[in-house]
């Protein structure tokens, strides 16, 4: 089981969790971390390697840090240029059809926030759901996200240990097929 690992975070650097997911995610020999805003800093995304390294992958993660209930803006282009009509859906777009597809989130938010009655108003699997749409137009599977929320107060051994379970999450071949 392949799988790709697209991370879109405008500013790892200054990053604590998906910077510490991707370098544990770096360790796994089945996955390929690709990282969005480094390849294309200036927003101008080379369609057709996009397409093949999809191709070449079983499995395909969205990791990212939580942006006004959204992904950062890189992802939401990337999917409107290389998701095209007649390749990833539409006649004849079967090129991700069988595929799996998991969500890597983190949210500043703590998770009661993300509750009819919390301060954010909904829940983070209806925040989600564009994301779940696109899978389903795509013929993927979508598999039971990571998210880690309330992130800022996350100690070192919370962070080691998130890391870990992200690992363990997007590389779980049983995960979660049903
Ligand atoms: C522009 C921007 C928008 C954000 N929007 C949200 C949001 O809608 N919900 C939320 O819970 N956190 C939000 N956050 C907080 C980030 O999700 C949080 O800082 C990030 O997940 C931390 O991950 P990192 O350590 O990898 O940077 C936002 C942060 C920024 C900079």
């Given at each position: 089981m392949s799988t790709l690992v697209i991370l879109a975070h405008p500013n790892l650097e200054t990053s604590r969790v998906n910077k510490a997911w991707k370098e544990a995610l770096e360790q796994h020999h089945e996955v390929t971390v690709h990282d969005l805003y480094a390849t294309y800093p200036d927003f101008k995304i080379d369609v057709t390697r996009e397409q093949q390294l999809l191709v070449s992958h079983d499995r395909i993660v969205f990791q990212f840090p939580f942006y006004w209930y959204s992904s950062p803006a890189l992802l939401k282009e990337w999917q409107d240029?290389?998701?095209?009509?007649?390749w990833a859906y539409g006649q004849s777009g079967t090129?991700?059809?069988g595929k799996e597809f998991v969500l890597a989130v983190s949210t500043g938010g703590p998770a009661d926030a993300y509750r009819p009655d919390g301060y954010n108003r909904f829940m983070m699997e209806e925040l989600l759901s564009p994301f779940r749409a696109m899978a389903n137009l795509t013929g993927m599977t979508?598999?039971?996200p990571y998210i880690e929320s309330g992130v800022r107060t996350l100690t070192a051994e919370q962070l080691e240990l998130s890391a870990r379970h992200l690992v363990e999450h997007v590389t779980e071949v049983h995960l979660i097929r049903k």
């Open positions: 240029v290389v998701l095209s009509y007649g090129q991700l059809h979508y598999l039971p």
